[in-house]
C-alpha cells in the first residue's frame, strides 16, 4: 500500500469516527473527537462565527507565517486543507490560543496531538506537536501545551497544523487570529542567504 493511500485510509477513518462523537466521554476514552468532557464556567462564553469573529486567538507558536491555507472541502468527506499550517522550527514552543480545556493529548496516526475545548462549541486542534499536557488540564491562553515535532509536514520544512471546529464542523481557524504575514516572494538577486 503506498504512503498517499494510506494517508487517505486513515483520513477516511478519522472522518468517520466523527460521528460517533455524540456522548463520548473524553476523559474515559481518550478520545480527539468527543466533546462531553467539562469545561470551566470561566472559559465558556458564545462564540463569534469564522465570518465575524473578532480575532481572540493568539499564533500558537508566535509566527504568522502560514505555509499552506485553509482549503474548505466540497462536503464532509471531501479532499481539502481542514487547518492552516504555520511554519516553525522543529522544538518552538506551542502555546494555546485561548482559553479552555485540554480534551485530547495524544498520538493520532502516529503524530502528536492537543485539542483544547474553548467553550461555545469552539475547540482548537494543534497537530504535529510533542505534548506537554494532559486531557483535563485547564489552559490560560499563551500556556505551553508541547513543543514543534516531524508529523504533518516533512521535517525539511517543519510546521504546526492549526485546526478548528465550531459545532461539530471544521472551520477556517484564520478568522479567529490576528492578521497573517503572508509569504513574499523575491527575486532571486535579493536572496541574502
Do not use: K
Amino acid at each position: 500500500m503506498s504512503f498517499r493511500h494510506l494517508g487517505s485510509v486513515v483520513v477516511v477513518f478519522l472522518l468517520l469516527l466523527c460521528p460517533l462523537q455524540h456522548g463520548l466521554d473524553s476523559r474515559a476514552t481518550g478520545s480527539p473527537i468527543a466533546t462531553s468532557s467539562p469545561v470551566r464556567n470561566d472559559v465558556a462564553r458564545d462564540r463569534p462565527t469564522p465570518a465575524t469573529a473578532e480575532a481572540p486567538w493568539v499564533w500558537p507558536t508566535g509566527s504568522r507565517v502560514v505555509d499552506r491555507p485553509w482549503e474548505a472541502p466540497a462536503d464532509d468527506y471531501a479532499a481539502g486543507h481542514r487547518g492552516i499550517d504555520v511554519g516553525a522550527p522543529l522544538g518552538t514552543v506551542v502555546v494555546a490560543v485561548d482559553d479552555g480545556t485540554v480534551t485530547f493529548a495524544g498520538q493520532v496516526a502516529g503524530r502528536g496531538v492537543v485539542t483544547i475545548d474553548h467553550g461555545g462549541g469552539l475547540r482548537s486542534t494543534v497537530d504535529s506537536v510533542a505534548p506537554g499536557v494532559a486531557t483535563g488540564d485547564t489552559m490560560a491562553q499563551g500556556d505551553a501545551v508541547g513543543t514543534v515535532s516531524v508529523g504533518h509536514c516533512p521535517a525539511a520544512n517543519p510546521c504546526l497544523h492549526l485546526g478548528a471546529r465550531l459545532d461539530d464542523r471544521y472551520v477556517d481557524p484564520t478568522p479567529y487570529l490576528p492578521a497573517a504575514a503572508w509569504p513574499v516572494l523575491l527575486p532571486e538577486s535579493a536572496w541574502t542567504g
